[in-house]
């Protein structure tokens, strides 16, 4: 029964997981951008959602609709302002200028908030659980961070293939000198591209603040969590995003049911396999 | 070297010499000051003096490993901690579980950290770009959790070094510094001076021929597999002696700190862009600056971070050739010219 548990409670931890990659993947696909800070914007967005939950006496889910708003317009202004002077064919100058931003959203935290470990406090929900049967329950939480993110996905889905800025997406990604001689504005495009991006990222960490304890210096692990989940899913396919989650979310459960200290080091271990085996990830859609 | 001198080898078409020569002349000599007075160090600095020179000489090494790796051979890690973190551990394990003596033990932690990049390089090699770059932290991160599950070696928490290891380098003190602070200068030294004319040869040439563009190369009968394996695997071999040093210098080890990112790999990355991407001065120059920044800002803890992080971001959007790169082509200097320049005869003018 241990097992069937470890398996249900790494689905909903790798929907986490997925949540946490979707915008990564909407950014690495649209524009091939490798954003090193992406972990250290989440847990910036959820200091922001703390301010939020502790001055105006809001449940963290309401926090959402300040702390979304707030992070879409600081990744449109990001893109628009840093990282679209950078972008290129070479990856080396986004690496260094999104490893310099995570660095410094890292230490301005730690000064202003210091390395104390914060919660977004839930009230009730923090515990309620679903009961599945006698030995096996699941927590609303959990779920609910699921269900969102397969919400986010299927929403980022539909927004890709049926509307008109998902067809300018999606064709910037193609070939994103071209789509200027349409007369579409690059820079505008990928600034929408963050600015979306980074409003995922902030839904992604409200949930985990209130799943899990976090701090200044948690984003680093965040991101490589992410960043598998998008390489495994493969380049430019939101639902393999998702299985990724769930892989890496399932391998780490598995492996902390063998031993508690295997479980960050299973889930890298099946991301190496993976990539040792397809080196472009499970369901990649676009070429690199 | 003037321009008549040129036209008697007209032939010749790639040189490496600088045109600004009275300037690198000036360069040089200052070079050559800071080694003396490096060298001499030991008989009129303090304890203090010596080991901030060693420290800056082990993350001189890394920075310059990386250079190699990232600014001539376009293998943009970010996973170099790695070897610096199975260095220092072999260290550990071949000086306290096997009896080796120090000196010989920091050598094998070089091929303890060779050995371990060998399949590392055949997996990361598959992946290009962004790939290849998470795919070197990943991996980074499951040598630290691994030894993490040591418990023989202290697991999570680590463990130190016994005395009777330390007293083996020297009978004094004094001794036991001076030979510590040589040996951090000897690497130092050699590793910049093999860069240096690997990147002189033929090799050099490959090198970047692959960074530019790798099909290129390749259809010029460049071997880019060997050539990539070298390269990273030098830079473990080297890294894996500097990580030995380095934790024979602290005398303690834990996964968190041998396999830290923001150390060895952040830091390092740091004092290459700010110094110059893709040549040989840049990271001396950035090495230079990160240490006095950090002896200024050192009282401010995590500010001294974000104005580092502030000053790369700059450097990087609006100088991207670094401090060096800006001086060598405002002044147009090499101190160690490694880039193959065109020279048109001016025969008949």
Known sequence: MSWIDAILQGTLLGGQYALFAAGLSLIFGVMRLVNIAHGDLIVLSAFIALVCVESLNLHPLLSIFIVCPIMFCFGYALQKVILNQILGKDILPVILVTFGISIIIQNVLFEIFSADSQRLLSGELDTLSLKLSDTLSIGWLPLIAFLASIAVITSLQFFFYKTKTGMVFRATSDNSEVVELMGVNRNHVFALAMGVALAVAALAAIFMGMRTNFDPSVGPARLIYAFEAVIIGGLGSLWGTLAGGIIIGVSQAIGANINPGWQVLSGHLVFLFILAIKPNGLFPKTKD | MSFTNKNHNAENLSSFESKNSSLRKIFIVIFILLLVMAVSLPWWGGRSDMRLVSEFCYYLVLAQLWNLIAGYGGLVSIGQHAFVGLGGYAFFIFTVYLGVHPLAAILLSGVFALIFAIPSAYLLFRLYGAYFAVGTWVLAEVYRLGFAQVTTMGGGSGMSLPINIIKKLGDSKFDREMLLYFISLILALSVIASIYFVLRSSW?????????????????????????????????????????????????????????????????????????????????????????????????????????????????????????????SYFNIEIFPVRRKLLISKKGT
């Open chain 2, 204 to 328: 050099g040439l490959a090198l970047t021929a692959i960074r530019d563009s790798e099909t290129a190369a390749e259809s010029l009968g460049v071997k880019k597999r060997l050539i990539k394996y070298s390269v990273y695997l030098f830079a473990a071999f080297g890294a894996g002696m500097a990580g030995s040093i380095i934790y024979l210098n602290k005398l303690r080890i834990s996964p968190d700190s041998a396999f830290s990112v923001s150390d060895w790999t952040v830091n390092i990355i740091f004092i290459v862009v700010i110094g110059g991407l893709g040549t040989l001065e840049g990271p001396i120059i950035g090495a230079l600056i990160f240490f006095l920044l950090r002896e200024i800002l050192a009282d401010f803890g995590s500010i001294y971070m974000i104005f580092l992080g502030i000053v790369a971001v700059i450097v990087m959007l609006k100088f991207p050739k670094g401090i060096w790169g800006f001086i060598s």
